[in-house]
């Protein structure tokens, strides 16, 4: 019989922990599929871990991993991989945003063969105008850099077949962009259109800020652009400047010398720091990351495991190489 892994990353969810599980588990029970619900509790700081301790105990097919602190939603994604142990894993949000009845769908996709399984949002009710504006630029932008086009308003609604999981357990990265993951990855994938819900309960964690933080990550960590991208900056301001100088040579050949004007030297002494000290914090930016992963920490830490969930192996980075 096939076995199917939920993983659900949770951070601060105590109000919809149980209308997750309940609205969850009666879906898989309607499945011919064996399942497991892992939470994936990121460091939450209300009751959240209690409420999955309770639906643990009244079922033992849910369990959770307790990560030591927040780690951010991609690594406790990483960790909810490292243990699922199911023929196909799905991975979905804990406030009910990803309703759980799209399962069938990704299941039957499954069935015919598909290896990635992604949802595609097709409207999300509560995003503000800012946030919708965002999302439309991020993509473009992305596929441009990248190199590589994600489909847009795909999301980290997923259902991954075993080959997928493996191979996504080998990736090491800190600063981890899934959702780019998911497609580097390759494999036969399908898109499943659904309606994202709102929020049943809680509040977002995703601020402007943090978006534009994620974002950028997923821009470095697949394209190397705007690190190559001063190379050419240097080169057309360098031409430009000797063709400038050409043209003064010339002028006070036929003009004789003036004063040179004090405001244009002051515009571009400003100007091409500016461009460098650019330049440098692109650089800056890549070279932390360089740093992150060099230090090779290891990717979450554990506190305690409730139920199902057996410890992945936290060490896998090592083997990966
Ligand atoms: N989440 C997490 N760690 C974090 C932030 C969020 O595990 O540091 C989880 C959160 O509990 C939820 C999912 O990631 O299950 C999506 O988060 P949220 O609903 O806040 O994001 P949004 O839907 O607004 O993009
Ligand atoms: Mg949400």
Excluded at 266 to 289: A, D, K, P
């Amino acid at each position: 019989m096939t076995h199917l892994s939920i993983i659900i990353p949770a951070f601060n969810e105590e109000a919809n922990i149980a209308a997750v599980v309940a609205r969850t588990r009666s879906v898989l029970d309607g499945l011919d599929v064996s399942w497991t619900i892992t939470f994936v509790d990121d460091g939450s700081r209300d009751s959240t871990v209690e409420r999955i301790r309770v639906e643990s105990v009244a079922d033992s097919r849910i369990g959770c991993l307790v990560l030591s602190r927040n780690f951010g939603k991609e690594i406790a994604i990483a960790a909810g991989l490292s243990a699922a142990k199911g023929d196909a894993v799905v991975i979905m949000d804990a406030d009910l945003q990803h309703p759980p009845e799209t399962i069938i769908d990704f299941l039957a996709a499954w069935r015919q063969g598909a290896e990635v399984v992604l949802g595609q949002r097709i409207d999300a009710p509560d995003a503000s105008r800012r946030r919708q504006l965002a999302s439309n630029m991020f993509y473009p932008v992305f596929r441009m850099m990248a190199g590589m086009s994600l489909e847009a308003g795909t999301v980290d609604f997923v259902l991954l077949d075993r080959k997928a999981v493996d191979a996504l357990n080998r990736f090491g990265e800190r600063s981890r962009f899934t959702k780019g993951l998911f497609h580097w990855i390759g494999f036969r994938t399908v898109i499943i259109p659904f309606d994202c819900g709102v929020r049943t309960g809680g509040q977002s964690s995703f601020n402007f800020r943090r978006l534009l933080r994620f974002a950028l990550d997923g821009i470095i960590s697949f394209s190397s652009w705007p690190l190559r991208i001063w190379s050419w900056v240097g080169a057309i301001v360098s031409a430009s400047s000797i063709i400038y100088a050409l043209y003064f040579l010339l002028r006070t050949l036929i003009h004789g010398a003036d004063v040179p004007g004090f405001p244009s030297l002051i515009v571009s002494i400003t100007f091409l720091s500016g461009i460098q000290l650019l330049s440098l914090g692109v650089i800056g930016e890549y070279l932390s990351r360089i740093y992150d992963e060099v230090k090779a920490r290891p990717l979450f830490l554990i506190r305690e495991e409730i139920g199902n969930s057996s410890q992945p192996d936290v060490n896998r980075t090592d083997t990966a190489a």
